[in-house]
């Protein structure tokens, strides 16, 4: 039996006993393993934006508190099966140029780590469904900009931000490799690039990682 596991960026060193159930015809399977974490020091950015994207005015607050409502409201329902019946895609063709877990300093003030990875691709360029699922964003957010959400089932979402497009709408039924919009410079950015942040139960995990363990063997 396999199982994915989501290990959080800012899980804490040590050992974890995992239980898995499995609920097969002849009644439930219980595997339990031990999970070590290790420490990992993450390198560190450092970005110019906009200065109402780093301390937002507040003519911004409710909009930023309601973005966030939606957001936990999205997360926290996800159907208990797998939506997706293929092999993970990558979203755009151009590599990744910022890595997963550094540490960001826009304007000189520390914030949050990168949760997720940047794609280094022009303007305009088609962005793919990683896999298959449902769309349960397609919004412009006040951080991210123009944002797609899928679920993928069993607690597990893509966020694809920045989009100068949006070509779906929630409530649609997407597949792997399904164009959902365009690159764009939408948000908090310096310029024009893909930013896809993967999350498993709640956990951030690396989405380059991710596609290297259910994408398609080279």
Same mark, same amino acid.
């Given at each position: ?114 949760? %997720?990875?940047?794609? *280094? ?13 449902? /769309?349960? $964003? #397609? =919004? ?40 959902? %919009?365009?690159?764009? *410079? ?13 999350? /498993?139960? $709640? #956990? =951030? ?14």
């Amino acid at each position: 039996m396999n199982a994915l596991v989501g290990i959080d960026l800012d899980q804490k060193p040590a050992s974890y006993v995992a239980t898995i159930e499995a609920r097969l015809p002849s009644g439930t399977l219980r595997v339990t393993r031990t999970i070590v974490v290790k420490p990992k020091i993450f390198p560190t950015r450092t970005l110019t934006v906009s200065p109402d994207f780093v301390n937002p005015p507040e003519s911004e607050r409710l909009r930023i508190e309601r973005d966030s409502a939606f957001l936990r409201g999205i997360f926290a329902a996800s159907p208990p099966r797998r939506l997706w019946t293929r092999a993970f895609v990558p979203p755009v063709p151009d590599p990744a140029n910022s890595r997963f877990g550094t540490r960001s300093i826009f304007n000189g003030e520390r914030r949050n780590p990168h949760g %997720g990875a940047d794609f *280094a691709s022009p303007l305009g360029r088609p962005v793919k469904a990683p896999a298959g699922g449902r /769309i349960v $964003g #397609a =919004r412009e957010l006040f951080f991210t900009g123009n944002v797609v959400i899928i679920d993928h089932g069993l607690g597990m979402f893509s966020l694809l931000a920045h989009l100068s497009r949006i070509d779906v709408k929630e409530g649609d039924e997407v597949q792997g490799g399904e164009v959902v %919009g365009l690159v764009g *410079a939408t948000g908090r950015v310096t310029g024009a690039h893909l930013h896809w942040a993967l999350t /498993i139960s $709640g #956990a =951030r995990i690396d989405p380059v990682s991710a596609l290297a363990l259910l994408g398609k063997p080279d």
